[in-house]
């Protein structure tokens, strides 16, 4: 059994572990770099960086609201190194790990590389190198095991009597399903603490040896070890005097193969392993593990001594066990992978959405348009509006001379201000000074102001939207040389930039196509805007402002389907 002391030294670890542990956890939801970008979160489920190339298809839908399923980022690897206590529970105690005849008895060191496959699950490749050692206080007969019944000496030497002992090594190098779900909270963003399972296979290669003589090549002499009892005390007196006959840690014989499979003097066997495990995260790149695993590999021998005689079926099968510590590390570059998944917290993000969407459709707000003119009844100072009629931006006819007879009635849509007042018709009383009376004069660039507003992530326009602009159109076009600005309002993520320039240019184009107005009236702005991020602004241009009529997409791979 493992002494008091080191069971004393680990709890003390584990006291230490769990302050930065659970430091960490009460630190504020806040900017804090790229591993917990937004508002508390592992990441940022709507940043494309995190996404591979294989599942960036999926991640285009989910932001075009096509999938309701964000796509699985890209994670760092993990790999940990380990050293703890190595035991055989067997027929033979094993001894403690350091002890003053024989340090380094049974102890172990090993390595992990371990990847997520999802937020529960993940694969993890462990090699443990192992040796454990002991003996036994009570006595066995000589004639019933080998190799002592091939020593004379030992059957005759204390009524043929001898004490077990036994040296194991052991190369395990197994493949592993880990298991965890304590990191899907539904109160709190993160996990500083991760409890997991595992089970595996794989193979071992392994030798046991005894010691049958002392160092001088002598038969041991049993007669001067008192006889143990379940006395603590008796049983002490045993195992000191077996310490002192052992110390020479000579080991001579090889046990009995069970197997053809050899890999030099060890024999290769197949192993079975499991186990559970305690992870305290100390930041985000190093966490501390305390694990507890057993190893199988079928036989009755690791511990030197088969119950029953050779030849014979033991159900008796030895169990080795591996209670470690060590230190994990995550591997990976931070601005393009997250923690590795069973840190992250999937609630998260759903959460956010919740509390603050930025991804989430919302319902359309009812805005009432009784005239059909785009103009809702709230601010149309002239609610009844004839249908098709181009409208100004309180939703009253236009009116392009400012005669006082709307454009749909003015049969002289152009009246110069010299011929005013005019009559029912919109015609002035003036006399007609040339062949140019009536025809369209010198026009202000006095377009008015708006904005178009969009469903969701869409770039299509709706009717409502399309009256607005045809109203837009027919301002322009008695306007030939004035230019309108359309500016788009462009969050910070990438998503949002792309489907600002989408939402100008899909306005762009329907003035310019359906409405026949030059692209040349046009000054393209896809940011710079403000107020709804779903609604396009348009005004008049200032004199003497000019831009492009058309800027190349920011991200095109990322465009609005519309």
Not at 205 to 223: C, E, L, P, R, V
Not at 340 to 356: G, S
Not at 373 to 392: H, I, L, N, R, Y
Not at 495 to 517: F, G, H, K, M, P
Request: glycine share 10%; charged share 20%; proline share 6%.
């Amino acid at each position: 059994m493992v002494n008091k002391k080191y069971i004393l030294l680990a709890g003390v670890c584990s006291a230490l572990a769990l302050q930065p542990a659970f430091a960490q956890e009460s630190a504020p939801a806040s900017w804090t770099g790229r591993d917990m970008t937004y508002r508390g979160q592992s990441y940022d489920a709507l940043d494309t960086a995190y996404i591979p190339a294989s599942r960036m298809e999926q991640q285009k839908q989910y932001l075009n609201h096509q999938y309701a399923f964000p796509a699985k980022p890209r994670n760092m690897w993990e790999l940990g190194i380990n050293a703890g206590v190595y035991n055989v529970f067997g027929d033979v105690t094993s001894k403690t790990p350091f002890t003053a005849a024989k340090p380094l008895n049974s102890v172990g060191f090993g390595a992990t590389l371990r990847k997520a496959l999802g937020y529960s699950t993940s694969l993890r490749l462990q090699y443990v190198y192992g040796m454990a050692s002991g003996f036994d206080y009570r006595t066995r007969s000589a004639s019933g095991e080998l190799p002592w019944s091939g020593i004379p000496a030992y059957q005759t030497m204390n009524g043929g009597k001898i004490y077990s002992n036994y040296k194991f090594t052991s190369h395990e190098l197994t493949l592993q399903l880990v298991g965890n779900i304590n990191n899907i909270k539904f109160n709190k963003a993160k996990n500083s603490v991760s409890l997991y399972g595992f089970i595996g296979g794989g193979l071992m290669a392994w030798q046991t040896k005894i010691s049958t003589a002392d160092k001088n090549g002598a038969a041991y002499d049993f007669s001067k070890v008192p006889a143990g009892t379940q006395q603590w005390k008796d049983r002490k007196a045993t195992n000191d005097a077996l310490k002192e006959l052992f110390k020479d840690g000579q080991y001579e014989s090889v046990n009995r193969k069970e197997s053809h499979s050899m890999m030099g003097d060890n024999q290769l066997s197949p192993v079975l392993t499991g186990g559970l495990g305690l992870q305290f995260k100390l930041g985000n790149r190093v966490s501390l593990n305390f694990e507890e695993k057993l190893s199988w590999i079928g036989s009755d021998l690791v511990d030197g001594v088969q119950m029953q005689p050779a030849g014979g079926l033991s159900p008796d099968k030895d169990l080795i066990n591996y209670a470690s510590v060590g230190l994990s590390f995550n591997i990976g570059n931070k601005k393009r992978s997250v923690l590795p998944l069973w840190w992250v917290n999937p609630m998260d993000h759903i959460y956010n959405e919740l509390a603050d969407p930025r991804h989430m459709k919302l319902p359309d707000p009812v805005l009432p348009d009784t005239d059909g003119d785009g103009v809702t009844d709230q601010f149309d100072k002239c609610p009844d509006t004839p249908a098709g009629v181009a409208v100004d931006v309180h939703g009253c006819p236009l009116d392009t001379d400012g005669d006082g007879v709307p454009d749909y009635k003015d049969k002289q849509r152009i009246t110069p201000t010299e011929c005013q007042p005019v009559d029912v018709d919109g015609i002035g009383k003036c006399p007609c000074p040339g062949p140019e009376c009536g025809t369209v004069g010198p026009v202000g660039c006095n377009l008015g102001a708006g904005s178009v507003c969009f469903k969701g992530s869409s770039a299509k326009l709706s009717s409502e939207a399309q009256n607005q602009l045809a109203n837009l159109a027919a301002q322009m076009k008695t306007a030939p040389t004035c230019k309108v600005v359309v500016m788009g309002n462009a969050g910070n993520s990438k998503v949002q930039q792309q489907r600002s320039w989408d939402r100008v240019n899909a306005v762009i184009e329907y003035l310019s196509e359906t409405q026949q107005i030059s692209r040349d009236q046009f000054i393209f702005q896809y940011t710079g805007g403000t107020g709804d991020v779903n609604c396009v602004m348009y005004r008049s241009a200032m004199p003497g402002e000019e831009g492009p009529s058309n800027l190349p997409p920011p991200h095109p791979q990322l465009g609005t389907k519309k």
